[in-house]
């Protein structure tokens, strides 16, 4: 079994920058895809961005492109999202999510068999 811990969320200015954090215990995750997904209360949660099992192929949902940046460190079984020039849409509680089943970054949401608890980020305008 594996389990995902999610830390590095909080409150930030409109601009500013914060760095989530995804900490997998149980099971190595150097197999699988990896993702961060991200939900506000009243809709769906959505995609923000994935990274394939080597680290060589990301993805990202149009409105985080060239802002977000999704990488993993495999030795320590972590992967981690760097969100730059954040905006006020950007408030959400974030969620890591790991696949044991696909290993490139394209992953229905499906294919994710583990989440964490997620985190809140919080933008101020």
């Known amino acids: 079994q594996v389990q995902l811990v999610e830390s590095g969320g909080g409150l930030v200015q409109a601009g500013g920058s914060l760095r989530l954090s995804c900490a997998a215990s149980g099971r190595t995750l150097s197999s699988g895809a990896m993702g961060w997904f991200r939900q506000v209360p009243g809709k769906e949660r959505e995609f923000v961005a994935t990274?394939?099992?080597?680290?060589?192929?990301?993805s990202y949902a149009d409105s985080v492109k060239g802002r977000f940046t999704i990488s993993r460190d495999d030795a320590k079984n972590t992967a981690y999202l760097q969100m730059n020039s954040l905006k006020p849409e950007d408030t959400a509680v974030y969620y890591c999510?790991?696949?044991?089943?696909?290993?490139?970054?394209?992953?229905?949401?499906?294919?994710?068999?583990?989440w964490g608890q997620g985190t809140q980020v919080t933008v101020s305008s």
């Open positions: 990274i394939s099992a080597s680290g060589g192929t990301t």
């Open positions: 999510a790991a696949s044991s089943i696909y290993r490139s970054a394209s992953v229905p949401r499906s294919g994710y068999n583990y």
